[in-house]
């Protein structure tokens, strides 16, 4: 909303301030500033010239005149131009030399075309006025010879350009943003429609409101004998520039000056094509319209209409139709002023994709009771600017709609804020915005009933507060402010006029005890390792689509390949809510790939979605009004997935690089193992390796990852398939992990173990196990045969060869054997030993290797 500051002083008693400090105020009391710009303020020495004599230059390519103008001097100015809409005795504005017109373009006087040209004949685009440059500007006729234009015009102003939220509908007029203002510098404030009306004794054009629903009120009045030809006001043009608008013909430029003044849109309609009764009503099946942009469109049945026995004229609130618009032949017009359902005005705008200056007003709300008074404003502007005849009588229909009047206690405002507001504040702030507020609770409003002067809210609250009636104020809103139907939009009124900046800032208090749980702090532990491992945290977006599946390779009755469906995806291609952390993971490591980063590894942390069997398809709607009750919360848990929280990784490369100390490693499927294992570690559980075949991993080096006998992740190498349909390096490795099993495993609080004071004593094992032998059965033999005094166990060599035979290997352990009270002798280390081996060989087939 461009809002021209001279604009505003005429309904807001505005002290001399600059239009930065009326923007300061606006933005203290709440509304959002976008730009604040000047015009005409470098523009000098600008005159009121009569053309004299003009004559015809030849021998050009284009029409050249050579012009005497009088400007008020002793002599007369020679100006040569090139535009030909204008003769000799018209008035017209002329730059002197050394005078300066917007944008720091100074005018001098120099030869051109043969001639002296001592100054310019200006176009309105030149003054700043719009963008029309096809010719001169031309004054009216009795124009004084020598008047500065720019005090003529108008031509200093300044413009705030004000970002209206959808909640302050009425801040699209320069009504609305006057009374912000008045408001804010505490001065008087004149209303634009406080206009005495006429008596209507006599009815228009007839007409009715067929859907009360769609349209409370609708306005006709009428003028016959209107001038087409009448040129609209230049005050009246310059405004509707300043204000964004462009200036179109005289009727158009009056409906669009009122409702930028008032913010009631108005529609003039040319009389002689209407047929019949007017009816507001629904689209029939069917029916189309062609609208003033020249496009025809199939109407929706929930689209509000202006109709005639011809049938659609006009979609209301948004554009007209064609066949009954104003033309340059229109003498007898009828003038529409109605008041539109905000939210069919909305949907219809949007449906369309035809969003209008009179859609953005009807949309967020307009004053109910302006119709009566704009659309008398803009018959007198016809007749007066126009000479048009007002026709007496006014068609008036009309929904009787009963005012809501809200009951809340006067120091609920000062309770939300941490403010303490006194009552006669909170009065004298909401009679500003212009609501009545009347001492006392009704009795009626506090159980939220409606009385026979309409519906009155906000009972709850006072019931809950419980308190006295002295304490009540009943509030009925003003008609020009329908967003404030509950007891906080009261609140929010009286907080901002008293101002932002004195509501202070406090923290809250943490209460004794709360933080981070157990799980919170599992999954941050988990971030800091594997980033101090190598590993970079990445966060994807949590959609799929069903080709990720067929990528991992996934079976056709995997549980994976069961995905929530959303209603509305971001993009129709991964309209799948995730049930595996591997595509975004993927799908970021062939990003990084692609734009040259060979050595890659990635670590995700976030929710998976598995929908749960036999839950509903979608959750139930809940109203607003209350608290949802503890059934209708059942209901809602029963419709959502399961959420576990899991964390994955995706190696690519070298994961120890080479440099001048030598070569590095490339990443394998040991890595993704030990990723697991160092999550594992931060939830204080230990993991068990064991061989796998588990999509999207390769058959031969997947491990499945076991607490106990609990499930809790895969990890190893990809398939070849999976990596050749994503594009992925060879031989990249990943892990996934389930957090939420890990956290329900974790132990209670840590005791720190005891620590032996006495040497260890080290034993070394190799044994001899078919080579289809997990690692993990042997020493997880060894560990039970070893006893009490086994302190840890390490793998530290893997050899297959001619040595121990083929289809066998031989691992290699180091044991650790130490006691809390006492040294170990000999005899005892190689008693434990020797009894981890046999239980090796009784369990696993194991055999001592000799040297």
């Known amino acids: 909303m461009k809002v021209p500051l001279s604009w505003l002083r005429e309904y807001a008693d505005l002290p001399a301030v600059t239009a930065q400090e009326v923007a300061d105020k606006l933005t203290a009391a709440g509304l959002k500033l976008e730009s604040i710009s000047s015009h005409g303020h470098d523009v000098k020495n600008v005159v009121v010239g009569e053309v004299l004599e003009i004559e015809e230059l030849t021998g050009f390519k284009k029409p050249i005149r050579h012009c005497k103008v009088e400007v008020g001097e002793a002599m007369p100015r020679e100006i040569v131009c090139g535009a030909t809409n204008f003769a000799a005795g018209d008035r017209v504005p002329v730059v002197l030399p050394g005078g300066v017109l917007p944008g720091g373009f100074e005018v001098g006087s120099r030869k051109t075309y043969g001639r002296l040209s001592e100054g310019m004949i200006c176009s309105e685009r030149e003054l700043g006025l719009g963008d029309d440059h096809g010719g001169i500007m031309v004054l009216p006729a009795g124009t004084p010879i020598g008047a500065d234009v720019v005090e003529l015009l108008g031509l200093r102003d300044d413009v705030i350009e004000l970002e209206i939220t959808p909640d302050i509908g009425y801040a699209l007029s320069i009504r609305g943003v006057a009374r912000e203002a008045a408001t804010a ?151 529409e002023a109605a008041h539109f359902s905000a939210t069919g005005i909305s949907r219809e705008s949007r449906r369309h994709n035809l969003v209008s200056e009179a859609s953005k007003r009807f949309e967020r709300g307009v004053d109910r009771e302006l119709p009566l008074v704009a659309s008398w404003r803009a018959v007198r502007l016809l007749a007066e600017l126009g000479g048009a005849t007002v026709r007496p009588g006014v068609t008036h229909a009309e929904v009787d709609v009963a005012p809501a009047r809200i009951a809340i206690p006067a120091s609920h405002p000062g309770d939300v804020a941490g403010v303490p507001y006194s009552k006669e504040t909170v009065v004298r702030r909401l009679e500003q915005v212009g609501c009545v507020v009347t001492d006392g609770d009704d009795p009626a409003v506090r159980t939220g009933g409606v009385d026979p002067t309409g519906v009155v809210t906000g009972g709850e609250l006072a019931a809950k507060l419980a308190v006295t009636g002295d304490d009540m104020i009943t509030v009925t809103p003003p008609s020009w402010r329908p967003d404030l139907t509950d007891p906080n939009d009261l609140a929010e009124e009286v907080i901002r006029l008293e101002g932002y900046e004195r509501l202070p800032s406090i923290l809250p208090k943490a209460p004794a005890g709360a933080g981070l749980t157990e799980g919170q702090r599992l999954r941050r532990r988990v971030g800091r390792t594997l980033a101090a491992a190598g590993y970079v945290e990445v966060l994807a977006y949590p959609f799929i689509s069903e080709g990720d ?303």
């Open 549 to 851: 599946f067929d990528a991992l390779q996934l079976p056709a009755d995997d549980p994976r390949r069961r995905a929530l469906r959303l209603a509305n995806p971001l993009a129709e291609d991964e309209p799948l809510m995730r049930t595996t952390l591997l595509p975004g993971l993927l799908k970021t490591l062939v990003r990084n790939t692609g734009r040259g980063f060979s050595d890659v590894a990635l670590f995700e942390s976030g929710l998976v979605f598995r929908p749960r069997e036999g839950a509903p398809a979608t959750a139930p709607v809940l109203r607003v009004e209350d608290r949802p009750s503890g059934d209708e919360l059942a209901s809602i848990a029963a419709a959502l997935p399961d959420q576990p929280h899991r964390v994955a990784v995706v190696l690519a490369g070298e994961f120890e690089r080479s440099g001048w100390w030598g070569r590095g490693r490339q990443e394998c499927w040991a890595d993704a193992v030990q990723a697991a294992r160092l999550v594992a570690a931060e939830a204080g559980v230990e993991l068990s390796v064991i061989a796998d075949q588990h999509e999207p991993w390769h058959p031969g080096r997947c491990a499945a990852l076991y607490v106990g006998d609990t499930l809790v992740g895969h990890a190893g190498e990809l398939h070849p398939r999976v990596a050749e349909a994503y594009g992925l390096p060879p031989r990249t490795s990943a892990m996934e992990l389930e957090l939420s099993r890990l956290e329900s495993a974790m132990p209670g609080p840590a005791e720190a173990p005891a620590v032996s004071s006495y040497p260890v004593a080290t034993q070394d094992v190799a044994l001899i196990v078919p080579d289809f032998t997990p690692v993990a059965d042997v020493e997880a033999a060894l560990r039970d045969g070893a006893g009490e005094l086994l302190e840890s166990i390490r793998l530290f060599d893997v050899y297959a060869g001619e040595q121990v035979g083929e289809g066998h290997k031989s691992l290699a352990y180091t044991l650790r054997f130490r006691a809390a009270d006492r040294t170990l002798t000999v005899e005892e280390t190689t008693a434990a030993r020797d009894a981890a081996v046999a239980m090796a060989a009784d369990r696993v087939g194991a055999q001592l290797r000799s040297a």
């Open 185 to 335: 510098f505490e001065v008087a404030f004149r209303d634009p429609a406080d206009v005495e009306l006429p008596a209507a004794d006599e009815q228009a054009w007839p007409a009715s409101i067929g859907d009360p629903d769609a349209c409370d009120r609708f306005v006709l009045r009428e003028v016959t004998g209107f001038d087409p030809a009448a040129q609209s006001p230049l005050w009246m043009r310059v405004r509707l520039t300043r204000a964004g608008m462009r200036p179109v013909s005289l009727a158009v430029d009056i409906t669009n000056y009122l409702m930028l003044e008032l913010g009631q849109p108005l529609h003039a309609f040319d009389r002689a094509k209407l047929t019949g009764e007017i009816v507001v009503r629904r689209a029939g099946q069917g029916e189309t319209l062609e609208t003033l942009d020249h496009v025809t469109r199939a109407l929706d049945p929930d689209d509000i209409l202006i109709t005639d026995q011809s049938g659609p004229i006009s979609m209301a609130g948004t554009m007209g139709g064609l066949e009954t618009e104003i033309s340059g032949e229109s003498t007898d017009i009828v003038i």
